[in-house]
C-alpha cells in the first residue's frame, strides 16, 4: 500500500476513535458538535494545544461541571489523548496548534523569564500559590515542558495568555529549559512566604505595617503637659 493511503488509513482511523472516545467522555457536557452547553463551553476552534493541556493533565474529563481538580495526570490513555485532540482539531480548526519545545536551551535566561512572568503566581521554587479569588496557580514540577508550554500559548483558567510577540519561540525553549533543570536542583526557602505567592505575602505585608504602628505608638514619647 503507498505511503500516502496508509497515512490517510491511519488518520481516519484515528479521527474514528477520537469521534468514539469524544463522544463516551465529552459530549454529554460539550455537546455533540462540540458547541458547549450549560455545562460546558466550546470547543470549536480552542486548538490542539488547549484540549491537549486539558486532558493531559486530568483537569477533564471534570467529575462536577465547571469544576477542575488541579494536576491529577491524564485520566485516560495517551493514544485516546491524541485521538480526541485530532477529531475535535479536525472537527472544528482553529486555535494554538500543540507547541513545539526544546529543553537544551539558555537556562539562565529561562530564570529571568520565570522572575519576571510566572513567579509572582506560580513561587519562587514554582510550587504554587494562591493569587486570590479563591484560584490556585498550580505547582509547575509535576507538568511536562509541553504542557507548560501549552498553557503559556493558551492561558487556561486565570492565567494570562503570552503570545509569540511576548514571549517567542526562543524564551519558550529557556523557559521550559530553566524549570526543567531547577527540578534536579535542591529548592532553598529562606523565608516560605516567598513562594507562596501575592496573597500571603501582602497579608505579611500588612501584618508588618500593623506591627511597625503597634511599636510606634508604643515607645512614642507622650507630650507633658505645661507646668502651671
Same mark, same amino acid.
Given at each position: !500500500? ?15 476513535s477520537? $469521534?468514539?472516545?469524544?463522544?463516551? $467522555? ?12 450549560p ?15 486539558w486532558?493531559?493533565t486530568?483537569? !477533564? ?48 535566561h ?8 510566572? !513567579? ?40 494570562? $495568555? ?24 535542591p ?11 501575592p ?12 506591627a ?17
Amino acid at each position: !500500500m503507498p505511503a500516502v493511503f496508509l497515512a490517510a488509513a491511519m488518520l481516519s482511523a484515528e479521527l474514528g476513535s477520537g $469521534r468514539l472516545a469524544y463522544t463516551e $467522555r465529552c459530549a454529554t457536557c460539550h455537546g455533540a458538535d462540540l458547541r458547549g452547553g450549560p455545562n460546558a463551553p466550546s470547543l470549536r476552534g480552542v486548538g490542539a494545544a488547549a484540549v491537549d493541556f486539558w486532558l493531559g493533565t486530568g483537569r !477533564m474529563p471534570a467529575a462536577v461541571p465547571w469544576l477542575e481538580v488541579g494536576h491529577r495526570g491524564a485520566q485516560m490513555p495517551d493514544a485516546t489523548i491524541t485521538a480526541i485532540v485530532a477529531y475535535v482539531t479536525a472537527t472544528a480548526p482553529g486555535g494554538p496548534a500543540i507547541p513545539l519545545v526544546a529543553s537544551d536551551g539558555d537556562a539562565a535566561h529561562g530564570r529571568e523569564l520565570f522572575r519576571e512572568n510566572c !513567579m509572582h503566581c506560580h513561587g519562587v521554587n514554582a510550587e504554587g500559590a494562591a493569587v486570590g479569588d479563591r484560584q490556585w496557580a498550580p505547582e509547575l514540577d509535576r507538568a511536562t515542558v509541553v504542557q507548560v508550554a501549552e498553557a503559556i500559548r493558551t492561558g487556561p483558567e486565570e492565567m494570562p $495568555r503570552f503570545g509569540d510577540h511576548q514571549l517567542d519561540q526562543r524564551d519558550l525553549d529557556d523557559l521550559v529549559t530553566y524549570l526543567s533543570v531547577r527540578r534536579s536542583e535542591p529548592s532553598i526557602v529562606v523565608l516560605p512566604l516567598a513562594s507562596s505567592g501575592p496573597v500571603p505575602e501582602g497579608l505579611l505585608g500588612w501584618l508588618s505595617a500593623g506591627a511597625l504602628a503597634l511599636l510606634a505608638f508604643a515607645f512614642s514619647t507622650p507630650s507633658k503637659e505645661p507646668t502651671k
